[in-house]
DNA sequence: CTGAAAGCGCTTACAG
DNA sequence: CTGAAAGCGCTTACAG
């Protein structure tokens, strides 16, 4: 591939000149030099490497994201949202999937630190991903769940506790007593949180609530293995909170096979809020993350230079109501709206 | 952040060797010395600069992937897959999404040749896909779907037109004379391979089927619009053939809406056949593109090393029987994945 | 076994 | 307005 140097030799001038006129400076050129130059680079095919670029200029332009499942519909939305904020700033998103697995994700972070990306953007699979190859590494990161403040990096996420307590109340006011919390996989900070704000509806309800606690994998089909095992029982709960709308949906897909009727004989809510969660049989009741909003933050959070202190922002979810549930006032629909 | 010349330094020798016991090459170090070596760069944090060793190496260990869409199933499923073969062969896997842009695309084109990622893989939103940034960076690129042979590039795929074929005999096997083609937007060159398959189970059936078309994004919700529209109509088909399993959720929905039950009042194929398909409701037949296979595949063409001559290798393809077609013969279940 | 030096392809003060 | 030169942080023949 022809170089800088190639350009600079047809054209019968230097590289440094060569270099002013990509970069429109940091010099001014004269116009006939800057035609020569482009004469020859459009005849050389020049492409700046920006291997080289990067080195000498000390940015990539360039951020990492990492996320546990790229597969999964909400961090594909989520890394669509990224990188179109990123790329309305002139940087290119690079994304990294960890595919569930400790191991690569921390592949990732050393190879994007390797690589140095000017930042990152964090969605672990773990409770305590070991971030110092970031800070030591002196590279900005940004998570989007809650982090622990003492790991000197910014996060963006809802509160997944009240927000698991805000679906949990709405499905307490529908008036259902035995309801499941169908949770994430092993014990996980995530998990936690939504076992706290599930608790803590129950706890303050006037009604005595019957509660199961039920757990898989986030993948559909193992939801769905699940809970066809749970909901064929005869002492089935009568409507069942989803940690995820991946799980709900498994969820749904039992019911349906099981001949039971969603809402009529099982009520069901999801998480995340993905825009295919209004497409479900039936569309599906869940809180939605503000995902544009959140990308657009962590970006400007980024790109606003240096890593100044750790800021630690809550973004604002939304219980989206549907069908999932059972018909619901209108009023109490702009009433169940951004609450917390 | 340390560098090679901090480390060689605090080690009391030089980069050479900093770099000979990093790389464990090419010269032999002296155990004392590498421990010396091993030591100061811990302290230091040392982490080498991938920039700085690619551009003097000459290779960046990295594979560029850019797809329509990040967030689609079957992108996700695809980048899953093409990640891990990579990574088994030590190469990271850099995720482009073109956000169903042409321009986008354009844009990751150029970031990658200029990031010179080793080789790509490309599946592009366009017909005929501007590929002289490859071909003159000497980037070697697969496609994962046809291209016209003149590019220089090679390319795996499947039979679009035998798999359409074949879904819509399918169709016609279980008797439906009235036959919908569900395709995607516009006058793609993957728009008319749905077409000439379907047109060419139709016009080989010794019995009259009527068809009609209908078109619309990929977007589930889009693709939903338009069934709702089309299947309102008494006229309505009493099956259709969909160009993705994106759309063919739509039609369901749709149908779900309507009140007509699938199969018995619309019957209903997909395309792709990523493992959500199993679990819509009710499942998906659908055909299967080998997903794992065509990475796997890929990844080992673009890193056997050079770009040789382009091939284009054709991928197998599977008819999932499951039941939105309705009730099928047992011989023709042992190809069903699913059961319930 | 080890080091000084050139080179990868850019950018950018520094002189002219 | 333009060029020679140093530097970004590595790797690797080439000498010793």
């Not at 990294?96 to 990152?120: K, Q, T």
């Not at 900005?140 to 307590?165: F, K, N, R």
């Amino acid at each position: 591939m022809a170089t800088g140097r190639d350009v600079a030799d047809r054209a019968g001038t230097s590289t440094a000149v060569v270099s002013y006129v990509f970069n429109n400076g940091p010099r001014n050129v004269a116009p006939a030099t800057r035609e020569r130059v482009l004469k020859a680079a459009a005849e050389l095919n020049y492409q700046p490497n920006a291997l080289a670029r990067a080195l000498s200029f000390g940015k990539t332009s360039s951020i990492g994201l990492i996320v546990p499942d790229i597969a999964n519909r909400f961090f594909g939305e989520l890394a669509r949202a990224l990188e179109e904020s990123a790329a309305q700033r002139g940087n290119l998103l690079l994304i990294g999937d960890s595919g569930l697995d400790p191991e690569r994700e921390r592949s990732h972070i050393s190879a994007f630190v390797e690589r140095r990306v000017d930042s990152v953007v964090l969605v672990s699979v773990m409770d305590e991903p070991d971030l110092t190859p970031f800070t030591r590494g002196e590279v900005p990161v940004v998570t989007l769940h809650p982090v622990d403040p003492g790991q000197g990096v910014s996060s963006i996420s809802i509160d997944y506790v009240a927000a698991a307590e805000t679906a949990t109340r709405h499905l307490i006011s529908h008036g259902y007593r035995s309801i499941a919390l169908f949770n994430g996989p092993g014990d996980s900070a995530g998990s936690r949180q939504h076992l706290d704000g599930f608790n803590a509806a129950v706890d303050s309800s006037p009604e005595t609530i019957s509660t199961i606690h039920l757990r898989s994998q986030i993948a559909r089909g193992h939801a769905a293995q699940v809970a066809l095992d749970a909901l064929a029982r005869t002492d089935r709960p009568r409507a069942v909170y989803c940690s995820t709308d991946e799980q709900a949906y498994g969820v749904l897909f039992a019911c349906n096979r099981l001949g039971l009727t969603v809402p009529d004989d099982v009520a069901v809510t999801g998480f995340d809020g993905t825009d295919h969660s209004a497409y479900s049989m039936p569309p599906l009741t869940t809180i939605r993350q503000p995902v544009p909003e959140m990308a657009e933050r962590a970006i400007e959070l980024l790109t606003a230079g240096g890593l100044g202190a750790p800021v630690h922002e809550s973004a604002q979810f939304e219980l989206v109501l549907r069908e999932s549930c059972g018909p619901h006032e209108p009023s109490a629909a702009s009433l169940n709206r951004h609450s917390s």
